[in-house]
């Protein structure tokens, strides 16, 4: 599976992005998948979510209620919706695959996409 994240970039405090995750390979709904973040010099952090079927979604308590994740399995893509972006949300941020949601939560990944850069000016 090859994991390809798009859609980063320069956003102003409340404003809004929507960050894509385009599966390829053995691209079916196999597997939970999940964005995490890196901020400079910090660790890389779970964001979100979402299980094999989609019907369960989990958030870091830090986006919880601004960002939602999604997946479109006919399109073997999954979503990252943020809105009212905060400077602190300023990171690269990654997509990943892996069978567990458990986890995936923890940042145990079978694949990894090669991040995409999200920047919010104050």
């Known amino acids: 599976v090859q994991l390809q994240a798009f859609g980063g970039g320069l956003v102003q405090a409340g404003g809004s992005v929507r960050l894509s995750c385009a599966a390829s390979?053995?691209?079916?709904?196999?597997?939970?998948m999940g964005w995490f973040r890196q901020a400079p010099g910090k660790v890389r952090d779970f964001v979100a979510a979402i299980s094999m079927s989609g019907g369960s979604t989990y958030y870091a308590g830090s986006v919880k209620g601004r960002f939602t994740i999604s997946r479109d399995s006919a399109k073997n893509t999954v979503y990252l919706q943020m809105n009212s972006l905060k400077p602190e949300d300023t990171a690269v941020y990654y997509c990943a695959a892996h069978g567990s949601i458990t986890l995936l939560r923890v940042g145990v990944a079978d694949y990894w996409g090669q991040g995409t850069q999200v920047t919010v000016s104050s």
């Open positions: 390979g053995r691209a079916d709904s196999s597997y939970a």
